[in-house]
């Protein structure tokens, strides 16, 4: 195989691995901070996706569509905070496991109410479907960079928020000691609905730009969640650099695993991890 | 789900109306004894998926096994009918409790299912040497006809050798030596890549490229970069549904469309149409196409769209095959179903004058069929010739 | 610490009695349930000794229960007959050592990353039997052979008839759960019920906490594995779901339902689930929803299961233990 195989490989990689991180970034800040394991998580990628797959059906385009799923999935996400997970904040991990799994039952089962059981897809809007002539029949879609690029936007975002921003600092501060912030005086119940929300915002929109490159089924919100937590194990929980170092690690070694080794590929990355963990069982990085 | 499978009454009904209307019956004194078939009513449990990825495919047979009953005079061999639904889901682990509900709890005469291959695997398991008889319409996996045979198990679908091993020969035939393979990585698509091997690489075929992709996911970008960097002849793939129709699109997108000639088998089977011109000149090997301009055909997808307002596909027809199927074996035995070997020697025996065309059924009690060569023109699954000619199924591992 | 009242035993009697004299007069479709049904208590007592008495919540305790069945299915299955006597040591030993493995890696740390870790090496299982080129894939296995139950030459029992196996999983099912009342009474158990409740204590009385979470986590794997064993002869049939992640919730959902900590919750858990799966379909084709919010409404409401409805029955504050350790 030619070496621009293993470099387009490798964009392929870095590419879903853009989107995992925007998928495992919220995870392990609601794991981090509100100590919330929210098994619902992958179910917000899914409601996005969704979300876009109908109102780009009915507005006939893409960009439009995703511009009213996103306060909609934001919607959805703070009702289920303040109408269910709220409640489980103090009892104690199983029984937030136990609720969020309901909660994945439910959402699953709406969606095969709404929108059936076949796959969908969403085309890519015309304006990037375009694609750059890499060799003679090799070519790299002009959709997929876009992805990448406004990953790269809102990594960069979030890292000011954080790292910048009064609200950044109250959210750094509750990652690495929750007492403290309540000590402070800071309104823990606001910073949590933020957070929350922020997470449910980041996975919802990563399910929405993926929709013209991933295709829609029951059940996609589970895959994405169980690989969300493989990055977000290894990143370290509470860590954003971890999930993108993690992000990054599982989306190219995906990838390769994929294309080099078909019959392995999946386990492959649960090796991976079982492997980091025996070198580092508290994660790469330390909280925020 | 369709309009039609909406109105599907649902097990409880079934068993409440069954029994209001045994009752009835009793009072009147007018209930027919068999020898051992007791009871007036006929009764066939269906198992088949009415949620979940494969809910049309189950809708679909059901309701043209109704309308091929129903064109018989709602009776099967002078008897009345009772059917008895239970939703297998896409779940194997299930199966064997609602198998049992339907051999033991509702002691059905004809068991009609499944769509999936494992959950028919594990029903032909279980129905081995017992008296109810079994009918897949659907379900492919070579060990159906082949290590669970038995003369109780009969199959009017296909297998997913004999669908996909005329296709080695055609793409030979083509001019295409070196191909690429992608399907989905589970038992079905493992299946048809193993039969297209079995006739493409001892006719001189070389496989440059063997690529299972994950169940159900709809994501061919990395795999597409190694096709484009291993320029094979053409692509041959076994993938059905919504995701086929991602497949095309994405596989004009990467620039493919009329480079590298896409094979399949079920590729363009009810997906052409929503592919737009992406699906074009796509060739596929398959037991039917809606195009076939045969009488039985031409009728069967009016009956159809009229008794349910969608067109015809092959699940249909193949739902349509098991409601004749039971008809000319009922019919033999004048309804007995106490006489199994006469009836399930009457069914072996049978041909069935099906929508595809003429059928017969092998020792194994799988169809031999005609697999055609089919080319989307237009959006339609063009019959472009006859791949294999009344082409019979091994039946590896078939001892009975 | 394990509370089994006296109405509490009462009751047992009865429904052991009860189960005992049911093939008498059950339709052979109850039978099978009934033994699918203890199939599944086994397998949530075998987690309840994790997660109700040590304390730690696994999302992966499917593993275990795929392996063992999978172990019988794989090096017993394709002949006509095997053994119980060399299958069951062989396939509880492969569920053990399974369980050592994952326990080694996920014992070191606690909370959140316990769950996640069990959840991960457990889907690392389900993708190996699910992509594997050796073990069918998602087709799964077909077990042709029976068990053969001999001393010396002498036949004890018939495993092939319906009503013998479910009397086999009745014995087995009762061995289980004394057996777990036992090491749960003994020393050992005094050790795990302190560290459900606050391991920090028991650490500093000189205890080394993690090797009594591990050899916990370990016996619970080994039960699970047992459970999984009893699957496949019964049904004969087994594919990578039993291994899946939606098993593994599933059978916290059986422990939730029933109780925790109780040892015989799993039970009822096990019934009211399983009635539940067979009676809400009934109901609609998007049952799932309900069996969802029936989940939720007992996890808020009825956090100490179905068995705590009847009021007094036992005292204990279980949820405080999985609090994270920082």
């Given at each position: 195989?030619?070496?621009?195989?293993?470099?387009?490989?490798?964009?392929?990689?870095?590419?879903?691995?853009?989107?995992?991180?925007?998928?495992?970034?919220?995870?392990?800040?609601?794991?981090?901070?509100?100590?919330?394991?929210?098994?619902?998580?992958?179910?917000?990628?899914?409601?996005?996706?969704?979300?876009?797959?109908?109102?780009?059906?009915?507005?006939?385009?893409?960009?439009?569509?995703?511009?009213?799923?996103?306060?909609?999935?934001?919607?959805?996400?703070?009702?289920?905070?303040?109408?269910?997970?709220?409640?489980?904040?103090?009892?104690?991990?199983?029984?937030?496991?136990?609720?969020?799994?309901?909660?994945?039952?439910?959402?699953?089962?709406?969606?095969?109410?709404?929108?059936g059981n076949d796959?969908?897809?969403?085309?890519?809007?015309?304006?990037?479907?375009?694609?750059?002539?890499?060799?003679?029949?090799?070519?790299?879609?002009?959709?997929?960079?876009?992805?990448?690029?406004?990953?790269?936007?809102?990594?960069?975002?979030?890292?000011?928020?954080?790292?910048?921003?009064?609200?950044?600092?109250?959210?750094?501060?509750?990652?690495?000691?929750?007492?403290?912030?309540?000590?402070?005086?800071?309104?823990?119940?606001?910073?949590?609905?933020?957070?929350?929300?922020?997470?449910?915002?980041?996975?919802?929109?990563?399910?929405?730009?993926?929709?013209?490159?991933?295709?829609?089924?029951?059940?996609?919100?589970?895959?994405?969640?169980?690989?969300?937590?493989?990055?977000?194990?290894?990143?370290?929980?509470?860590?954003?650099?971890?999930?993108?170092?993690?992000?990054?690690?599982?989306?190219?070694?995906?990838?390769?695993?994929?294309?080099?080794?078909?019959?392995?590929?999946?386990?492959?990355?649960?090796?991976?991890?079982?492997?980091?963990?025996?070198?580092?069982?508290?994660?790469?990085?330390?909280?925020? | 789900m369709s309009k039609f499978g909406k109105n599907e009454m649902t097990r409880?009904d079934f068993v409440k109306t069954a029994?209001?209307a045994?009752?009835?019956?009793?009072?009147?004194?007018?209930?027919?004894?068999?020898?051992?078939?007791?009871?007036a009513k006929v009764k066939v449990g269906v198992l088949l998926p009415f949620t979940g990825t494969y809910a049309m495919l189950g809708t679909h047979i059901l309701a043209a096994m109704k309308l091929r009953i129903a064109q018989n005079g709602d009776k099967l061999g002078g008897r009345e009918v009772e059917f008895i639904v239970i939703d297998s889901e896409?779940?194997?682990?299930?199966?064997?409790?609602h198998?049992?509900?339907l051999?033991?709890?509702e002691?059905v005469d004809f068991l009609v299912g499944p769509v999936h291959?494992?959950i028919g695997?594990?029903m032909?398991?279980?129905?081995?040497?017992?008296?109810v008889i079994m009918i897949v319409p659907n379900a492919g996996?070579?060990?159906?006809?082949?290590?669970?045979?038995?003369?109780?198990i009969f199959r009017t679908s296909f297998?997913?050798?004999?669908?996909?091993?005329?296709?080695?020969?055609?793409?030979?035939?083509?001019?295409?030596?070196?191909?690429?393979?992608?399907?989905?990585?589970?038992?079905?698509?493992?299946?048809?890549?193993?039969?297209?091997?079995?006739?493409?690489?001892?006719?001189?075929?070389?496989?440059?490229?063997?690529?299972?992709?994950?169940?159900?996911?709809?994501?061919?970008?990395?795999?597409?970069?190694?096709?484009?960097?291993?320029?094979?002849?053409?692509?041959?793939?076994?993938?059905s549904g919504?995701?086929?129709?991602?497949?095309?699109?994405?596989?004009?997108?990467?620039?493919?469309?009329?480079?590298?000639?896409?094979?399949?088998?079920f590729?363009?089977e009810g997906t052409s149409h929503?592919?737009?011109?992406?699906?074009?000149?796509?060739?596929?090997?398959l037991h039917y196409s809606s195009e076939l301009e045969n009488a039985t055909n031409v009728k069967f997808k009016k009956d159809f769209k009229g008794a349910t307002g969608d067109e015809a596909d092959v699940f249909a027809i193949q739902g349509f095959d098991t409601g004749s199927l039971m008809i000319q074996g009922m019919d033999a035995v004048k309804g007995?179903t106490?006489?199994?070997?006469?009836l399930t020697?009457a069914m072996n025996?049978s041909k069935i004058d099906s929508p595809r065309g003429m059928f017969s059924f092998?020792?194994?009690n799988h169809p031999?069929q005609d697999?055609y060569?089919?080319?989307?023109?237009?959006?339609l699954n063009?019959v472009?010739?006859?791949?294999?000619?009344?082409?019979?199924?091994?039946?590896?591992?078939?001892?009975? | 610490?394990?509370?089994?009242?006296?109405?509490?035993?009462?009751?047992?009697?009865?429904?052991?009695?009860?189960?005992?004299?049911?093939?008498?007069?059950?339709?052979?479709?109850?039978?099978?349930?009934?033994?699918?049904?203890?199939?599944?208590?086994?397998?949530?007592?075998?987690?309840?000794?994790?997660?109700?008495?040590?304390?730690?919540?696994?999302?992966?305790?499917?593993?275990?229960?795929?392996?063992?069945?999978?172990?019988?299915?794989?090096?017993?299955?394709?002949?006509?007959?095997?053994?119980?006597?060399?299958?069951?040591?062989?396939?509880?030993?492969?569920?053990?050592?399974?369980?050592?493995?994952?326990?080694?890696?996920?014992?070191?740390?606690?909370?959140?990353?316990?769950?996640?870790?069990?959840?991960?090496?457990?889907?690392?299982?389900?993708?190996?039997?699910?992509?594997?080129?050796?073990?069918?894939?998602?087709?799964?296995?077909?077990?042709?052979?029976?068990?053969?139950?001999?001393?010396?030459?002498?036949?004890?029992?018939?495993?092939?008839?319906?009503?013998?196996?479910?009397?086999?999983?009745?014995?087995?099912?009762?061995?289980?759960?004394?057996?777990?009342?036992?090491?749960?009474?003994?020393?050992?158990?005094?050790?795990?019920?302190?560290?459900?409740?606050?391991?920090?204590?028991?650490?500093?009385?000189?205890?080394?906490?993690?090797?009594?979470?591990?050899?916990?986590?370990?016996?619970?794997?080994?039960?699970?594995?047992?459970?999984?064993?009893?699957?496949?002869?019964?049904?004969?049939?087994?594919?990578?779901?039993?291994?899946?992640?939606?098993?593994?919730?599933?059978?916290?959902?059986?422990?939730?339902?029933?109780?925790?900590?109780?040892?015989?919750?799993?039970?009822?858990?096990?019934?009211?689930?399983?009635?539940?799966?067979?009676?809400?379909?009934?109901?609609?084709d998007?049952?799932?929803?309900?069996?969802?919010?029936?989940?939720?409404?007992?996890?808020?409401?009825?956090?100490?299961?179905?068995?705590?409805?009847?009021?007094?029955?036992?005292?204990?504050?279980?949820?405080?233990?999985?609090?994270?350790?920082?």
């Amino acid at each position: 195989m030619e070496l621009s195989f293993y470099l387009i490989q490798l964009l392929n990689g870095i590419q879903f691995g853009f989107l995992l991180f925007l998928v495992a970034s919220g995870l392990t800040l609601v794991f981090g901070i509100m100590d919330v394991i929210n098994l619902a998580h992958g179910s917000f990628y899914m409601i996005g996706a969704y979300l876009a797959y109908w109102l780009t059906g009915i507005f006939g385009n893409l960009f439009l569509g995703i511009l009213l799923a996103i306060p909609l999935a934001i919607a959805i996400g703070m009702a289920v905070e303040k109408l269910a997970i709220a409640y489980v904040y103090k009892k104690g991990h199983l029984h937030q496991v136990l609720l969020t799994y309901a909660l994945i039952l439910i959402f699953d089962e709406m969606q095969r109410f709404l929108w059936g059981n076949d796959s969908h897809s969403v085309d890519v809007p015309n304006l990037l479907s375009g694609s750059i002539p890499l060799t003679d029949i090799q070519v790299y879609p002009v959709y997929r960079l876009f992805i990448s690029a406004v990953c790269i936007i809102i990594g960069i975002g979030m890292f000011y928020v954080i790292q910048k921003t009064k609200l950044g600092m109250r959210i750094r501060a509750g990652a690495s000691n929750n007492e403290m912030v309540q000590a402070l005086g800071i309104n823990i119940e606001r910073l949590f609905s933020i957070v929350f929300s922020l997470g449910v915002a980041l996975a919802a929109f990563a399910g929405m730009i993926a929709v013209p490159v991933d295709s829609l089924y029951p059940g996609m919100g589970d895959n994405i969640l169980i690989i969300s937590l493989v990055v977000v194990v290894i990143g370290g929980i509470g860590s954003i650099k971890g999930a993108f170092v993690g992000a990054m690690i599982i989306g190219v070694s995906s990838i390769f695993g994929k294309t080099l080794l078909p019959d392995m590929a999946s386990v492959i990355v649960y090796a991976m991890m079982a492997a980091i963990l025996i070198w580092r069982p508290k994660g790469l990085f330390q909280a925020i | 789900m369709s309009k039609f499978g909406k109105n599907e009454m649902t097990r409880r009904d079934f068993v409440k109306t069954a029994s209001t209307a045994l009752a009835v019956t009793a009072v009147s004194g007018i209930v027919p004894t068999f020898a051992i078939g007791g009871t007036a009513k006929v009764k066939v449990g269906v198992l088949l998926p009415f949620t979940g990825t494969y809910a049309m495919l189950g809708t679909h047979i059901l309701a043209a096994m109704k309308l091929r009953i129903a064109q018989n005079g709602d009776k099967l061999g002078g008897r009345e009918v009772e059917f008895i639904v239970i939703d297998s889901e896409a779940d194997v682990s299930k199966s064997t409790q609602h198998t049992n509900k339907l051999i033991k709890k509702e002691a059905v005469d004809f068991l009609v299912g499944p769509v999936h291959s494992g959950i028919g695997m594990n029903m032909a398991r279980m129905v081995k040497g017992k008296k109810v008889i079994m009918i897949v319409p659907n379900a492919g996996a070579n060990q159906i006809t082949g290590e669970f045979c038995a003369p109780n198990i009969f199959r009017t679908s296909f297998s997913s050798w004999q669908t996909a091993y005329p296709a080695g020969d055609a793409m030979l035939k083509a001019g295409h030596k070196k191909v690429a393979l992608m399907y989905f990585n589970y038992a079905f698509g493992k299946q048809t890549a193993a039969a297209f091997k079995e006739s493409f690489i001892p006719g001189g075929g070389e496989i440059v490229a063997d690529m299972p992709t994950p169940f159900p996911k709809g994501e061919f970008q990395s795999y597409f970069t190694k096709v484009a960097a291993l320029k094979p002849d053409a692509v041959f793939t076994f993938y059905s549904g919504g995701v086929a129709i991602k497949f095309m699109k994405d596989y004009a997108a990467a620039g493919f469309q009329g480079k590298i000639p896409l094979w399949g088998t079920f590729l363009t089977e009810g997906t052409s149409h929503k592919a737009g011109s992406a699906s074009e000149g796509i060739l596929t090997t398959l037991h039917y196409s809606s195009e076939l301009e045969n009488a039985t055909n031409v009728k069967f997808k009016k009956d159809f769209k009229g008794a349910t307002g969608d067109e015809a596909d092959v699940f249909a027809i193949q739902g349509f095959d098991t409601g004749s199927l039971m008809i000319q074996g009922m019919d033999a035995v004048k309804g007995d179903t106490g006489a199994t070997e006469a009836l399930t020697k009457a069914m072996n025996s049978s041909k069935i004058d099906s929508p595809r065309g003429m059928f017969s059924f092998s020792k194994a009690n799988h169809p031999i069929q005609d697999i055609y060569l089919r080319e989307v023109k237009g959006g339609l699954n063009k019959v472009v010739g006859v791949a294999a000619k009344a082409l019979e199924d091994p039946a590896i591992g078939c001892k009975a | 610490m394990l509370k089994i009242t006296k109405p509490v035993w009462v009751f047992l009697f009865f429904a052991l009695g009860l189960t005992l004299a049911f093939p008498l007069f059950g339709e052979p479709f109850y039978i099978e349930l009934l033994t699918n049904i203890m199939i599944i208590a086994i397998f949530a007592m075998s987690l309840d000794l994790l997660v109700g008495f040590t304390g730690l919540v696994s999302l992966g305790h499917a593993a275990f229960f795929g392996i063992g069945a999978y172990c019988l299915a794989i090096f017993f299955g394709q002949s006509d007959q095997f053994s119980l006597w060399a299958a069951l040591p062989v396939c509880l030993t492969g569920a053990a050592l399974a369980a050592v493995i994952i326990g080694l890696i996920s014992i070191r740390t606690s909370g959140v990353y316990f769950i996640m870790l069990t959840l991960a090496f457990a889907q690392m299982f389900y993708y190996f039997f699910f992509e594997s080129k050796h073990f069918n894939g998602d087709d799964g296995i077909f077990m042709l052979a029976k068990p053969e139950v001999k001393l010396g030459s002498l036949q004890l029992m018939d495993l092939g008839n319906e009503v013998t196996f479910y009397y086999f999983t009745l014995g087995i099912m009762v061995a289980v759960f004394l057996f777990l009342i036992m090491i749960i009474r003994a020393p050992f158990g005094q050790v795990i019920t302190g560290i459900c409740v606050n391991e920090q204590r028991v650490r500093s009385l000189g205890y080394a906490t993690q090797r009594y979470k591990f050899v916990s986590f370990v016996i619970a794997g080994t039960l699970a594995g047992l459970a999984g064993f009893l699957e496949a002869a019964h049904s004969g049939f087994i594919t990578p779901s039993y291994l899946s992640w939606h098993e593994s919730g599933a059978i916290l959902v059986v422990l939730i339902l029933g109780g925790l900590g109780t040892l015989y919750g799993p039970i009822i858990g096990a019934v009211v689930l399983v009635l539940l799966e067979d009676f809400l379909p009934d109901l609609t084709d998007h049952w799932k929803v309900l069996l969802g919010g029936i989940i939720i409404l007992i996890v808020l409401f009825l956090p100490n299961g179905v068995s705590s409805l009847s009021g007094k029955l036992f005292r204990r504050k279980i949820f405080t233990a999985s609090k994270p350790q920082r």
